[in-house]
């Protein structure tokens, strides 16, 4: 983790944690990440939580992100993990490629939904 993730939770009160569920390599990037979100709060922002996991990439046409959401769910409680799943949607690269946002470049995609109700389910933990 560099300079700017150690210096964004020292400034922060909840942190989210992305798990691309398309790489096998993302549940030891998430231990390694929930370890130093501990160890961060032990060592100087003890306001720091972990709010949940979200689960990005989803492409349930592949065994491994079917293998993968399926381990998170095991292993994490179900207030730990978002309802919401951000897909594998190619409006993302589209619009990287033309420098906007998806909702900028096409607000109907699966991926502009997937974060509205994102967005909605943040606002009722938060509020909650």
Not at 7 to 17: E, G, M
Not at 36 to 50: R, Y
Request: glycine share 6%; charged share 20%; net charge negative.
């Amino acid at each position: 983790m560099g300079s700017f993730v150690l210096c964004a939770l020292y400034a922060s009160d909840f942190v989210i944690v992305p798990v691309k569920v398309g790489s096998a390599f993302s549940v030891e990037g998430l231990i390694r990440a929930t370890k130093l979100i501990e160890e961060v709060k032990t060592k100087g922002n003890s306001d720091l939580n972990f709010l949940r996991i979200l689960i990005n990439s989803v492409d349930n046409r592949t065994a491994i992100s079917k293998a993968i959401t399926s381990q998170l769910h095991n292993i994490f409680d179900e207030n730990q993990v978002f309802e919401t799943q951000i897909p594998v949607n190619t409006a993302f690269e589209k619009a990287e490629s033309m420098g906007e946002t998806i909702f900028q470049n096409d607000g109907t995609a699966s991926g502009a939904r997937a974060f509205r109700a994102l967005a909605i389910e943040l606002i009722s933990i938060v509020e909650g």
